[in-house]
């Protein structure tokens, strides 16, 4: 792991400078929150949409989508999990470190209208990117059905927030530890099942989980979207990383989405990517940062 010092900081005369890390908090194990002060993104954002950053200057730049925002301040807040070489970075800087480069927002916003009852699913630390979105539903006259899951109540997070912004909050993990035991298209099934009028879904989590939501929803006809988390290297559609398959065309999830109709999605394409760099990852991960 990488000492404090290697992080450059921030002249704290004036206040946070760009960059600087203004709040750090573990959520759950392994699961961080970072407030960072970006006066530009925080004016800008706009639910759905995502940040790329880079915490040195040999490593990578990675995707993470915008949890929130606040422009009076000038901060956004994102959460992550570590599991790779730069997240782990990312998890040993604390408050008053600067991240090295941070770009956004990008993507395009979710499509946000009233629709009339919109149930919005977040798994895992998709949980964080769905919460804008189901806050956004919820402001333009939605009645918010929202389904939050976990492998576990250990690393179920946000609960609280997801519940300020719905009008009913489903829980599930998968071992019953906390909610309904079992997986958040088993309490979509039933909900379908129920005969209750489900006018959209938003689904943000992991690959097969937001697969199998759309399954559940394709036969009832219900409008499903999905927020892909495909490989991304430059984020601007030129290096072409990010594809994915969506109604039979090449689509780049960048800045065609990273928002999909998900019954047009080619999941099983999205996971054979997803797939191919997990042992490289996993071994340059185990090295020292």
């Known amino acids: 792991m990488a000492t404090i010092s290697a992080f450059p900081k921030q002249d704290r005369k004036e206040g946070p400078g760009t960059?600087?890390?203004?709040e750090k908090r573990e959520l759950a194990k392994n699961i961080y929150l970072i407030k960072v002060a970006s006066p530009e993104i925080a004016r800008k954002a706009k639910a759905g949409q995502f940040v790329v950053l880079r915490v040195v200057e040999e490593g990578e730049r990675i995707p993470l989508t915008l949890y929130d925002w606040d422009p009076k301040d000038g901060t956004i807040s994102l959460v992550f999990q570590e599991v790779g070489k730069t997240t782990k970075l990312l998890a040993g800087m604390r408050a008053g470190d600067r991240i090295l480069n941070l770009v956004g927002p990008l993507g395009l916003p979710s499509h946000i209208e009233r629709f009339g009852r919109v149930v919005c699913i977040g798994g895992g630390v998709g949980v964080p990117a769905v919460y804008p979105i189901a806050r956004a539903m919820k402001f333009a006259g939605n009645e918010v059905i929202s389904i939050i899951g976990a492998r576990t109540a250990g690393l179920l997070i946000l609960e609280e927030e997801m519940r300020s912004v719905s009008?009913?909050?489903?829980?599930t993990t998968d071992d019953g530890s906390k909610g309904r035991k079992g997986f958040v298209t088993d309490a979509l099934k039933d909900l379908l099942k129920s005969g209750l009028r489900v006018d959209r879904v938003v689904a943000v989590g992991p690959a097969v989980m937001m697969k199998f939501v759309a399954e559940t929803t394709r036969p009832y006809g219900v409008k499903t979207i999905v927020s892909l988390n495909s490989i991304m290297l430059d984020a601007?559609?030129?290096?072409?990383?990010?594809?994915?398959?969506?109604?039979?065309k090449t689509k780049f999830t960048c800045v065609d989405g990273p928002e999909f109709d998900g019954h047009e999605v080619d999941f099983d394409l999205l996971l054979d990517r997803?797939?191919?760099?997990?042992?490289?990852?996993r071994r340059i991960a185990s090295m020292d940062c």
Do not use: F, W
Request: aromatic content about 4%; some cysteine.
């Open 236 to 248: 601007t559609g030129m290096c072409g990383a990010c594809r994915v398959s969506v109604g039979g």
């Open 167 to 171: 009008d009913r909050l489903i829980v």
């Open 19 to 22: 960059n600087e890390i203004v």
């Open 274 to 281: 997803l797939n191919q760099y997990v042992e490289e990852e």
